[in-house]
């Protein structure tokens, strides 16, 4: 072979390879383009991805933070209502004790109502004169109250309770809601009772 047909055949050569390097690079660029545009849609599809969630989790924390707010509200109310109630407890305990430890005039208890002694019976009737009196004394007994106890006395004063738990105080003369004026504070045997018109107020287990 001659010095030009080797000229061309390496130009050819050449040509040959240039061409299929081109050739090579317009496919590595198609392949960088294909591959850059995937990434990019692959960032947007995570940056939205990462704006829902964000979204979704900032609601979470607004939902949780209101919830939390409307139990702190609550719970607030319910311990100022037990405070106020704890107040009113121990004021009433306060007055009870101020009372107790105060020095007061002791009030002699006044005597029974005396009863009207019973008629002898007729000589003509049957019976005995015990049995008139025994009847007598069960048709004068005063009645027990039911709807308030003696729970204490001191001082000539009776601490008197009800059926609701309500507790009130009083002496001689004072009027008792509900039944009227208690007209002397006794004991009898180990109680002590509250006498007034309508019966007697006995310590009572509810």
């Given at each position: 072979?001659?010095?030009?047909?080797?000229?061309?055949?390496?130009?050819s050569?050449?040509?040959?390879?240039?061409?299929?390097?081109?050739?090579?690079?317009?496919?590595?660029?198609?392949?960088?383009?294909?591959?850059t545009?995937?990434?990019?849609?692959s960032?947007?599809?995570?940056?939205?991805?990462?704006?829902?969630?964000?979204?979704?989790?900032?609601?979470?924390?607004?939902?949780?933070?209101?919830?939390?707010?409307?139990?702190?509200?609550?719970?607030?109310?319910?311990?100022?209502?037990?405070d106020?109630?704890?107040?009113?407890?121990?004021?009433?305990?306060?007055?009870?004790?101020?009372?107790?430890?105060?020095?007061?005039?002791?009030?002699?208890?006044?005597?029974?109502?005396?009863?009207?002694?019973?008629?002898?019976?007729?000589?003509?009737?049957?019976?005995?004169?015990?049995?008139?009196?025994?009847?007598?004394?069960?048709?004068?007994?005063?009645?027990?109250?039911?709807?308030?106890?003696?729970?204490?006395?001191?001082?000539?004063?009776?601490?008197?309770?009800?059926?609701?738990?309500?507790?009130?105080e009083?002496?001689?003369?004072?009027?008792?809601?509900?039944?009227?004026?208690?007209e002397?504070?006794?004991?009898?045997?180990?109680?002590?009772?509250?006498?007034?018109?309508?019966?007697?107020?006995?310590?009572?287990?509810?």
């Amino acid at each position: 072979m001659s010095g030009s047909d080797m000229a061309t055949s390496t130009l050819s050569q050449l040509k040959a390879d240039v061409d299929a390097g081109r050739a090579e690079t317009a496919r590595i660029s198609g392949e960088i383009g294909r591959l850059t545009g995937t990434i990019v849609k692959s960032g947007e599809r995570i940056a939205e991805d990462a704006k829902a969630t964000r979204t979704e989790l900032t609601q979470r924390v607004t939902r949780m933070e209101q919830t939390l707010a409307t139990k702190l509200v609550a719970f607030a109310e319910k311990q100022d209502v037990a405070d106020r109630e704890q107040v009113a407890r121990l004021s009433s305990l306060a007055t009870l004790i101020e009372k107790r430890t105060a020095p007061q005039a002791i009030v002699p208890p006044a005597s029974a109502p005396q009863a009207a002694k019973p008629a002898l019976p007729d000589p003509v009737q049957t019976g005995s004169i015990a049995e008139a009196k025994a009847a007598a004394d069960v048709k004068q007994k005063p009645a027990a109250i039911a709807n308030w106890a003696v729970r204490e006395v001191y001082d000539g004063i009776a601490v008197l309770e009800d059926r609701k738990r309500r507790l009130v105080e009083v002496a001689r003369g004072d009027l008792v809601p509900g039944v009227g004026r208690a007209e002397s504070i006794e004991r009898r045997g180990r109680m002590w009772v509250v006498v007034t018109k309508d019966g007697l107020i006995t310590p009572q287990d509810w």
